[in-house]
């Protein structure tokens, strides 16, 4: 069994900064790549940011010079820096993993999400 625990959502002011933080526990062999993504009212869940086990990156063309994804392998833990931030950020993140655990099954899973409120 694997867990993702979200931390660092709140409000914060247009042009303010947040940094999200993903921790995954759990029967863990490995982690392949984690990422976050991000889903406001009304909207389909997309993509934010992914960042694979070789440290390749990827991000959503919205969010390019804003945020940065980075993982610290050590402590199983993904984190997204969040700049300049726009009230279009307005979302619940997500994180996801895609783990192989202790049994080499491998499959992805999700954090409960956490609230990010842009507004002034």
């Known amino acids: 069994q694997v867990q993702l625990v979200e931390s660092g959502g709140g409000l914060v002011q247009p042009g303010g900064s947040l940094r999200l933080s993903c921790a995954a526990s759990g029967s863990i062999f490995k982690i392949n790549a984690m990422g976050w993504y991000r889903q406001a009212p009304g909207k389909q869940r997309e993509l934010v940011a992914a960042?694979?086990?070789?440290?390749?990156?990827n991000y959503a063309d919205s969010v390019k010079g804003r945020f940065t994804i980075s993982r610290d392998n050590a402590k199983n833990t993904v984190y997204l820096q969040m700049n300049s931030l726009k009230p279009e950020d307005t979302a619940v993140y997500y994180c996801n993993a895609d783990v192989t655990n202790s049994d080499y099954w491998r499959r992805g899973y999700w954090g409960q999400g956490t609230q990010v409120t842009v507004s002034s």
């Open positions: 960042i694979t086990s070789g440290g390749s990156t």
